[in-house]
Antibody, heavy 118, light 105 residues
Framework: QVQLVQSGAEVKKPGASVKVSCKASGYTFTSYGISWVRQAPGQGLEWMGWISAYNGNTNYAQKLQGRVTMTTDTSTSTAYMELRSLRSDDTAVYYC???????????WGQGTLVTVSS | QSALTQPPSASGSPGQSVTISCTGTSSDVGGYNYVSWYQQHPGKAPKLMIYEVSKRPSGVPDRFSGSKSGNTASLTVSGLQAEDEADYYCSSIRVFGGGTKLTVL
């Protein structure tokens, strides 16, 4: 069965960086892209960006351009999301999700809470 | 792109039907048959309920249905059950709605 398993919760200080991992299993990793979606406490879902697991092409949300980098390691079927220059409003649960060709997200990781606090 | 517009709340009694709307523009909802809906229970990851406007993934009850007219998509939950109480989000072309909290009275 398809599973996306994310790394554990992180606490970071403002200005630091965080890197969240998402290990895929149960399907051919390179056949689908991975999107990252975040959810601030009590708020809605925000799409952050997408990476092709086939060729590494990326597409980032405009508001995060320059602060986010998404990568994959096909040898371990793992996707990574790094966010730099963290601010308090980056505090959120970060999800990875498998993205279909029609931009729907059919499988999600369990979420990783990133807390930014001095 | 701006977020899609959803009502913040909706409610219905067990057994009733409720419809949640999702309004976008001709650049997203109205321009493509690529609208998806997600259910999210507190503390849990979202779950895909509808894709491509009206298709249900395997395992999703047929009580959940989707439709679209112009720039507005809709999710209808028929025969409401207690476990349907959750937040629901629409999405089109990687833009999400603000979410609707569905309460089963």
């Amino acid at each position: 069965q398809v599973q996306l398993v994310q790394s554990g919760a992180e606490v970071k200080k403002p200005g630091a960086s965080v890197k969240v991992s998402c290990k895929a299993s149960g399907y051919t990793f390179t056949s689908y892209g991975i999107s990252w979606v975040r959810q601030a406490p009590g708020q809605g879902l925000e799409w952050m960006g997408w990476i092709s697991a086939y060729n590494g092409n990326t597409n980032y949300a405009q508001k995060l351009q320059g602060r986010v980098t998404m990568t994959t390691d096909t040898s371990t079927s793992t996707a990574y999301m790094e966010l730099r220059s963290l601010r308090s409003d980056d505090t959120a649960v970060y999800y990875c999700a498998r993205e279909l060709a029609d931009w729907a997200f059919d499988y999600w990781g369990q979420g990783t809470l990133v807390t930014v606090s001095s | 792109q701006s977020a899609l517009t959803q009502p913040p709340s909706a409610s219905g009694s067990p057994g009733q039907s409720v419809t949640i709307s999702c309004t976008g523009t001709s650049s997203d909802v109205g321009g493509y048959n690529y609208v998806s809906w997600y259910q999210q229970h507190p503390g849990k990851a979202p779950k895909l309920m509808i894709y491509e406007v009206s298709k249900r993934p395997s395992g999703v009850p047929d009580r959940f249905s989707g439709s679209k007219s112009g720039n507005t998509a809709s999710l209808t939950v028929s025969g409401l059950q207690a476990e349907d109480e959750a937040d629901y989000y629409c999405s089109s072309i990687r833009v999400f709605g603000g979410g609707t909290k569905l309460t089963v009275l």
